[in-house]
Protein backbone atom coordinates (compact mmCIF):
# COMPACT_ATOMS: atom_id res chain seq x y z
CA UNK A 1 0.00 0.00 0.00
CA UNK A 2 1.49 3.18 -0.63
CA UNK A 3 2.22 6.11 1.82
CA UNK A 4 1.52 9.46 0.63
CA UNK A 5 2.64 10.99 3.63
CA UNK A 6 5.77 13.11 3.41
CA UNK A 7 8.96 11.35 5.37
CA UNK A 8 10.73 13.43 8.40
CA UNK A 9 13.02 16.18 6.31
CA UNK A 10 16.78 13.99 6.74
CA UNK A 11 19.93 14.74 4.78
CA UNK A 12 21.05 12.46 1.65
CA UNK A 13 24.73 12.09 1.29
CA UNK A 14 25.21 12.33 -2.64
CA UNK A 15 28.29 11.34 -4.66
CA UNK A 16 28.93 14.06 -7.57
CA UNK A 17 25.11 15.69 -6.60
CA UNK A 18 23.57 14.81 -9.98
CA UNK A 19 23.41 10.77 -9.56
CA UNK A 20 19.16 10.21 -10.42
CA UNK A 21 18.65 7.65 -7.61
CA UNK A 22 20.17 10.21 -5.01
CA UNK A 23 17.67 12.84 -7.00
CA UNK A 24 14.98 10.83 -6.76
CA UNK A 25 15.25 9.92 -2.94
CA UNK A 26 15.81 13.14 -1.94
CA UNK A 27 12.78 13.55 -3.34
CA UNK A 28 10.79 11.50 -2.19
CA UNK A 29 11.95 11.77 1.74
CA UNK A 30 11.94 15.69 1.62
CA UNK A 31 15.69 15.78 2.43
CA UNK A 32 18.49 17.84 1.01
CA UNK A 33 21.94 16.69 -0.32
CA UNK A 34 25.14 16.86 1.45
CA UNK A 35 27.82 18.30 -1.15
CA UNK A 36 30.26 15.88 -0.07
CA UNK A 37 31.25 11.86 -1.23
CA UNK A 38 29.58 9.50 1.02
CA UNK A 39 31.51 6.52 1.62
CA UNK A 40 29.06 3.17 1.00
CA UNK A 41 27.07 2.83 4.11
CA UNK A 42 27.43 6.16 5.20
CA UNK A 43 24.91 7.44 2.51
CA UNK A 44 22.26 8.62 5.69
CA UNK A 45 24.91 10.34 7.58
CA UNK A 46 23.89 13.73 9.14
CA UNK A 47 26.46 16.66 9.51
CA UNK A 48 26.01 16.57 13.19
CA UNK A 49 27.19 13.15 13.40
CA UNK A 50 30.90 14.24 11.80
CA UNK A 51 33.67 15.40 14.21
CA UNK A 52 35.63 18.35 13.03
CA UNK A 53 39.37 17.86 13.63
CA UNK A 54 42.07 20.25 13.64
CA UNK A 55 44.89 20.88 11.40
CA UNK A 56 47.85 21.73 13.46
CA UNK A 57 51.31 22.76 12.15
CA UNK A 58 53.78 20.36 14.13
CA UNK A 59 56.08 22.86 15.70
CA UNK A 60 60.11 21.60 16.62
CA UNK A 61 58.67 21.92 20.32
CA UNK A 62 55.57 20.03 19.63
CA UNK A 63 55.28 16.16 21.58
CA UNK A 64 53.82 14.73 18.32
CA UNK A 65 54.28 14.40 15.03
CA UNK A 66 56.62 15.43 12.32
CA UNK A 67 58.09 19.31 12.43
CA UNK A 68 57.08 21.05 9.44
CA UNK A 69 53.50 19.08 8.64
CA UNK A 70 50.05 19.82 9.30
CA UNK A 71 49.07 17.23 11.37
CA UNK A 72 45.15 16.19 11.97
CA UNK A 73 44.33 16.12 14.88
CA UNK A 74 41.90 13.09 14.49
CA UNK A 75 43.51 10.35 12.28
CA UNK A 76 47.21 11.33 12.52
CA UNK A 77 47.90 11.81 9.01
CA UNK A 78 50.45 14.82 8.13
CA UNK A 79 50.70 16.28 4.92
CA UNK A 80 53.65 18.85 3.72
CA UNK A 81 50.77 21.49 2.03
CA UNK A 82 46.97 21.37 2.59
CA UNK A 83 43.89 22.72 0.71
CA UNK A 84 41.77 24.48 2.16
CA UNK A 85 38.34 26.55 1.12
CA UNK A 86 37.97 28.93 4.00
CA UNK A 87 33.82 28.97 5.32
CA UNK A 88 34.39 31.10 8.43
CA UNK A 89 36.65 33.45 10.43
CA UNK A 90 36.68 33.40 14.26
CA UNK A 91 38.18 36.05 16.78
CA UNK A 92 39.47 34.84 20.20
CA UNK A 93 41.97 34.63 22.56
CA UNK A 94 43.51 32.50 25.30
CA UNK A 95 45.34 32.71 28.08
CA UNK A 96 47.55 29.73 29.44
CA UNK A 97 48.55 28.88 32.95
CA UNK A 98 51.94 28.87 31.62
CA UNK A 99 54.10 28.59 28.26
CA UNK A 100 54.06 24.98 27.39
CA UNK A 101 51.28 23.71 30.11
CA UNK A 102 49.67 20.79 28.33
CA UNK A 103 46.49 22.57 27.66
CA UNK A 104 45.70 23.90 30.97
CA UNK A 105 43.78 27.27 30.17
CA UNK A 106 43.11 30.19 32.85
CA UNK A 107 41.21 32.32 30.28
CA UNK A 108 39.33 32.07 27.14
CA UNK A 109 37.66 34.02 24.48
CA UNK A 110 35.18 32.67 21.62
CA UNK A 111 34.33 36.09 20.12
CA UNK A 112 37.57 38.00 21.09
CA UNK A 113 35.45 40.92 23.21
CA UNK A 114 34.59 38.66 25.83
CA UNK A 115 35.25 36.09 28.21
CA UNK A 116 33.59 32.66 27.26
CA UNK A 117 30.97 31.17 29.63
CA UNK A 118 32.31 28.51 30.89
CA UNK A 119 35.44 30.13 32.32
CA UNK A 120 34.43 29.93 36.19
CA UNK A 121 37.33 32.88 36.90
CA UNK A 122 37.73 35.17 34.35
CA UNK A 123 40.81 38.04 34.00
CA UNK A 124 38.30 40.35 33.14
CA UNK A 125 35.04 40.99 32.63
CA UNK A 126 36.07 42.56 29.10
CA UNK A 127 38.66 41.36 26.83
CA UNK A 128 38.66 44.39 24.25
CA UNK A 129 36.20 46.81 22.37
CA UNK A 130 35.87 47.79 18.92
CA UNK A 131 36.87 51.56 18.60
CA UNK A 132 37.14 53.74 15.52
CA UNK A 133 37.33 50.32 13.39
CA UNK A 134 39.65 48.75 15.57
CA UNK A 135 40.14 46.29 18.58
CA UNK A 136 41.45 47.59 21.44
CA UNK A 137 42.66 45.28 24.24
CA UNK A 138 41.23 46.25 28.01
CA UNK A 139 41.86 43.13 29.65
CA UNK A 140 45.35 43.57 31.45
CA UNK A 141 46.24 40.05 30.53
CA UNK A 142 45.80 40.89 26.75
CA UNK A 143 47.41 44.64 26.60
CA UNK A 144 50.87 45.01 24.91
CA UNK A 145 52.82 47.23 27.25
CA UNK A 146 56.40 46.88 26.02
CA UNK A 147 57.42 44.15 27.97
CA UNK A 148 56.76 41.36 25.43
CA UNK A 149 53.94 40.26 23.69
CA UNK A 150 50.76 39.82 26.06
CA UNK A 151 50.29 36.35 28.41
CA UNK A 152 46.92 36.36 26.54
CA UNK A 153 46.95 35.56 22.93
CA UNK A 154 44.91 36.66 20.42
CA UNK A 155 44.18 33.99 17.50
CA UNK A 156 41.87 33.61 14.34
CA UNK A 157 40.41 30.36 13.94
CA UNK A 158 39.98 29.22 10.74
CA UNK A 159 36.90 27.15 9.90
CA UNK A 160 37.78 25.53 6.43
CA UNK A 161 37.03 22.70 3.99
CA UNK A 162 39.79 20.25 3.86
CA UNK A 163 39.61 19.53 -0.21
CA UNK A 164 41.58 16.72 0.19
CA UNK A 165 39.31 14.96 2.18
CA UNK A 166 36.02 16.69 1.11
CA UNK A 167 34.92 17.56 5.02
CA UNK A 168 35.35 20.65 7.31
CA UNK A 169 38.73 21.32 9.53
CA UNK A 170 39.46 24.16 12.08
CA UNK A 171 42.62 25.85 11.68
CA UNK A 172 43.90 28.33 14.60
CA UNK A 173 46.28 30.60 14.15
CA UNK A 174 47.93 32.84 16.80
CA UNK A 175 51.54 35.15 16.81
CA UNK A 176 53.34 35.07 13.36
CA UNK A 177 50.28 32.99 12.18
CA UNK A 178 48.19 35.75 12.42
CA UNK A 179 49.45 37.71 9.62
CA UNK A 180 48.82 34.96 6.96
CA UNK A 181 45.01 35.11 8.31
CA UNK A 182 45.04 38.96 7.44
CA UNK A 183 46.61 38.55 3.81
CA UNK A 184 44.34 35.97 2.91
CA UNK A 185 41.35 38.37 4.29
CA UNK A 186 43.09 41.16 2.38
CA UNK A 187 43.80 39.24 -1.04
CA UNK A 188 39.70 37.92 -0.97
CA UNK A 189 38.52 41.55 -0.36
CA UNK A 190 40.72 43.06 -3.30
CA UNK A 191 39.15 40.35 -5.55
CA UNK A 192 35.39 41.14 -4.45
CA UNK A 193 34.93 37.62 -3.67
CA UNK A 194 33.40 35.78 -1.14
CA UNK A 195 34.98 33.86 1.39
CA UNK A 196 33.91 30.37 0.60
CA UNK A 197 34.49 31.25 -3.42
CA UNK A 198 38.32 31.12 -2.94
CA UNK A 199 40.61 27.41 -3.02
CA UNK A 200 43.81 28.19 -0.86
CA UNK A 201 47.08 26.10 -0.35
CA UNK A 202 48.76 26.51 2.98
CA UNK A 203 52.49 25.29 3.32
CA UNK A 204 54.87 25.94 6.12
CA UNK A 205 57.86 28.15 6.10
CA UNK A 206 61.14 27.71 8.54
CA UNK A 207 62.38 30.52 11.02
CA UNK A 208 64.60 31.20 13.06
CA UNK A 209 64.46 33.94 16.66
CA UNK A 210 65.26 34.40 19.52
CA UNK A 211 63.02 31.42 21.14
CA UNK A 212 64.71 28.99 18.28
CA UNK A 213 63.50 27.60 15.27
CA UNK A 214 59.57 27.23 14.33
CA UNK A 215 57.41 26.72 11.43
CA UNK A 216 55.30 29.86 10.07
CA UNK A 217 52.14 29.02 7.66
CA UNK A 218 52.09 30.67 4.22
CA UNK A 219 49.79 30.96 1.39
CA UNK A 220 51.41 28.94 -1.03
CA UNK A 221 48.46 29.60 -4.14
CA UNK A 222 45.13 31.13 -4.14
CA UNK A 223 42.22 30.46 -6.63
CA UNK A 224 39.16 31.12 -7.56
CA UNK A 225 36.77 28.44 -7.39
CA UNK A 226 35.43 27.38 -10.64
CA UNK A 227 32.36 27.49 -10.90
CA UNK A 228 31.59 30.73 -8.32
CA UNK A 229 29.42 29.55 -5.86
CA UNK A 230 30.82 25.90 -5.60
CA UNK A 231 31.23 25.60 -1.86
CA UNK A 232 28.49 27.91 -0.86
CA UNK A 233 26.19 25.32 0.39
CA UNK A 234 28.93 23.60 2.34
CA UNK A 235 29.13 27.30 4.01
CA UNK A 236 25.77 26.58 4.70
CA UNK A 237 25.97 23.35 6.56
CA UNK A 238 28.77 23.74 8.34
CA UNK A 239 29.48 27.41 9.09
CA UNK A 240 28.03 26.73 12.47
CA UNK A 241 30.51 24.97 13.94
CA UNK A 242 31.34 25.84 17.27
CA UNK A 243 35.29 25.83 18.18
CA UNK A 244 37.12 25.89 21.50
CA UNK A 245 40.06 28.33 21.20
CA UNK A 246 43.46 26.38 21.10
CA UNK A 247 46.53 27.60 19.59
CA UNK A 248 47.72 25.45 16.74
CA UNK A 249 49.97 27.43 15.27
CA UNK A 250 51.93 28.96 18.12
CA UNK A 251 55.67 29.65 17.37
CA UNK A 252 56.09 29.82 21.23
CA UNK A 253 55.57 25.68 21.13
CA UNK A 254 51.96 26.08 22.59
CA UNK A 255 49.21 23.50 20.97
CA UNK A 256 46.20 21.73 21.14
CA UNK A 257 44.25 18.49 20.05
CA UNK A 258 40.50 19.84 20.36
CA UNK A 259 38.08 19.65 17.60
CA UNK A 260 34.92 21.37 16.68
CA UNK A 261 31.20 20.07 17.17
CA UNK A 262 28.39 20.78 14.44
CA UNK A 263 26.53 23.57 16.68
CA UNK A 264 22.61 23.01 17.11
CA UNK A 265 20.20 25.21 15.09
CA UNK A 266 18.25 28.21 17.15
Not at 6 to 33: D, N, S
Not at 60 to 67: D, H, I, Q
Amino acid sequence: MNDDRKAPTRVVAAVGLTGPETVAETARTGGEIIPFEAPEGLENVLPDDLVVPRLIAVQPTSRVGTPGRWRCSLTGEEREQVRIVPLAVRRGRLLWAAPGSDGEVLCRSDDGFRPAASIEKPQSAVCAVASDLRVVPTCAKAIWNGNGRPACRELRSVLALDLDVGLPAVMTFSGMGLRMVKVLLTTIYRRRSTLCDVEVTLRLRLESGARGKFYVPEIAKIEAANPPGRYRRHAELFGRVEIEPGVDHDDAGNGSNGAGRIAPEG
